[in-house]
């Protein structure tokens, strides 16, 4: 085992191919071009026969990134312990390490595979960036002994240094270039989703519809939907996938395509979502399921027909109850867990004062500094004292109390809210 010690004033010829290095350095931030001039360039310095550059990967696992002289079948040989052991330690330890004839050094003499491979010369070192290892350069001579010095040792110990910050730049560089890339595609995906949903409430006389869409990241698992249907009726859905993030942002697509076809052709709420679970579990081969609340609104009676499949209760206002609001509880579990679930419907009828609040849990389960979350009591306070106000006015009054109750506190679910009122 040889310490490093800081290397003494290169040759001219090494001093060259220092500057040669730097050079590409300061020029490339592509890491497999940096990686295999260094190897390029060691091999023909050193006089070695073989060599290959490990990098940690981001389980701190030591993977193979370049190599000369060796094929893949070569690496993953059993008898190729000797020198992955090497490698291993180096990595470990932070130290080089150079023997000079391993045939004979007691470190490595009585291993089989020394014996078998005919190893001679071998000469590691790390690769460390602020101190930490991020990898490791290998050499070996299986021909000749004696072949690696302690300048070899210097000059190897002197590229690593200048190599480490090359891999560290170009690693970050490969970083921001990635992020950049989901960058763009979140945000393509964020107009994707929002082009899936209503741009516009419905303009009905005599009614009035609010909606808020308001995702926790780029994009949502919630969905809210108004559909037009036949008859003088209005369909109204409302959604939340049980995960965050991309997964369930497809998923919310597939699904509202699913939930769309299903109400076309029936004016029953409880068979078209029936329909829509069916086609949910036999097609998305996923572990993600979702709550759902559709409603069938007769919009010349008020007929207010609905399926709640595990989703939040809506709150339910009435002029001839002021003081109170009524829950619209489940009616059937959340779609995608079982094929065969027959949904119950139930209805209400909606006169003129009353409205309907659909709402996802990003509203009840915000929380404040405290962990604190703000509920559904506090939820039904706040719309009771605003029972007076159109539609929109009382979503952008809840919508300010939470912001208020929740202060800094970052958003960790979707918000979605719907109004519908009859005036």
């Given at each position: 085992m040889v310490t490093v010690s800081p290397p003494p004033q290169p040759s001219t010829d090494r001093l060259a191919l220092l500057y040669r290095l730097s050079q590409t350095f300061n020029s490339s931030l592509d890491l497999d071009e940096v990686l295999n001039k260094v190897m390029d360039e060691v091999i023909a310095a050193t006089r070695a026969e073989r060599g290959f550059v490990m990098l940690s990967d981001a389980n701190q696992q030591l993977t193979f990134h370049v190599a000369r002289g060796l094929d893949q079948q070569t690496i993953e040989d059993p008898r190729f312990q000797v020198s992955r052991s090497v490698v291993e330690k180096v990595a470990r330890s932070g130290q080089a390490i150079l023997t000079s004839d391993a045939q004979t050094d007691n470190r490595f003499s009585m291993r089989e595979s020394v014996v078998i491979l005919g190893l001679r010369s071998i000469l590691c070192v790390p690769l460390k960036s602020k101190e930490a290892v991020i990898g490791t350069i290998y050499v070996d001579n299986r021909l000749q002994a004696g072949i690696f010095t302690q300048a070899d040792l210097e000059l190897l110990t002197s590229i690593a240094?200048?190599?480490?910050?090359?891999?560290?730049?170009?690693?970050?560089?490969?970083?921001?270039?990635?992020?950049?890339?989901?960058?763009?595609?979140?945000?393509?995906a964020r107009r994707v989703q929002t082009n899936l949903l209503p741009s516009q409430v419905p303009q009905v006389p005599r009614w009035e519809f609010a909606s808020r869409w308001?995702?926790?990241?780029?994009?949502?698992?919630?969905?809210?939907?108004?559909?037009?249907?036949?008859n003088g009726g209005m369909g109204i859905v409302?959604?939340?996938?049980?995960?965050?993030?991309?997964?369930?942002?497809?998923?919310?697509?597939?699904?509202?395509?699913?939930?769309?076809?299903?109400?076309?052709?029936?004016r029953s709420p409880a068979e078209a979502i029936s329909q829509a679970n069916r086609v949910i579990y036999a097609d998305t081969a996923t572990n993600l399921y979702l709550t759902l609340f559709y409603a069938h609104l007769d919009l010349e009676s008020?007929?207010?027909?609905?399926?709640?499949?595990?989703?939040?209760?809506?709150?339910?206002?009435?002029?001839?109850?002021?003081?109170?609001?009524?829950?619209?509880?489940?009616?059937?579990?959340?779609?995608?867990?079982?094929?065969?679930?027959?949904?119950?419907?139930?209805?209400?009828?909606?006169?003129?004062?009353?409205?309907?609040?659909?709402y996802t849990d990003g509203i009840t389960e915000a929380v404040n500094a405290s962990y604190e979350e703000y509920?559904?009591?506090?939820?039904?306070?706040?719309?009771?004292?605003?029972?007076h106000a159109s539609a929109s006015d009382i979503l952008d009054a809840l919508l300010g109390s939470v912001n208020?109750?929740?202060?800094?506190?970052?958003?960790?679910?979707?918000i979605t809210l719907i109004l519908i009122q009859r005036r």
């Open positions: 240094a200048s190599a480490s910050i090359a891999i560290e730049n170009a690693r970050l560089y490969q970083v921001a270039v990635e992020k950049g890339r989901m960058e763009r595609e979140l945000q393509m308001i995702p926790a990241r780029e994009v949502a698992g919630d969905f809210f939907d108004f559909i037009d249907q036949q409302i959604a939340d996938v049980t995960d965050k993030g991309m997964p369930a942002a497809l998923f919310m697509a597939a699904t509202r395509s699913i939930v769309r076809a299903s109400v076309f052709g029936t008020g007929k207010f027909t609905y399926v709640n499949a595990g989703h939040n209760p809506p709150l339910h206002y009435q002029v001839v109850s002021p003081g109170n609001l009524e829950e619209l509880t489940r009616t059937g579990m959340l779609l995608g867990v079982e094929p065969a679930v027959e949904y119950q419907e139930r209805s209400i009828w909606l006169m003129p004062g009353d409205f309907v609040l659909l509920g559904t009591e506090r939820l039904a306070r706040l719309v009771l004292a605003n029972s208020q109750f929740t202060g800094d506190s970052a958003p960790f679910d979707d």
